[in-house]
């Protein structure tokens, strides 16, 4: 099943294939954004979404080990 998706501002649009089981793991956003509206996020496999509208708006950060990137609006985060 895919799901249409957009950040808090709507400016970045992503379809996401959902698994028949669900996500194998959920995780609760800790930016103060997130918090404020108890965000849930999960990890997909990129060949699992794509970039509807926006792509030009994603900015990558690098967390930590600077081995996962991580893809945020530049207008939201």
């Known amino acids: 099943m895919s799901k249409k998706l957009t950040c ?3 400016k970045v649009e992503l379809e996401v294939n959902i698994p028949s089981e669900g ?3 959920l995780m609760r956003c800790n930016c103060s954004l997130c918090k404020r ?3 849930i ?3 997909v ?3 699992e979404f794509k970039v509807i509208q926006g792509e030009d708006k994603l900015k990558m950060y690098k967390f ?3 081995v ?3 893809f945020f609006c530049s ?3």
Do not use: L, V
Request: proline share 0%; net charge positive; charged share 35%.
């Open 8 to 10: 808090h501002c709507e």
């Open 23 to 25: 996500f194998k793991k």
């Open 37 to 39: 509206k108890g965000t």
């Open 41 to 43: 996020m999960s990890i």
């Open 45 to 47: 496999k990129n060949d």
């Open 64 to 66: 930590n080990t600077k």
């Open 68 to 70: 996962a990137k991580h």
């Open 75 to 77: 207008i939201c985060g």
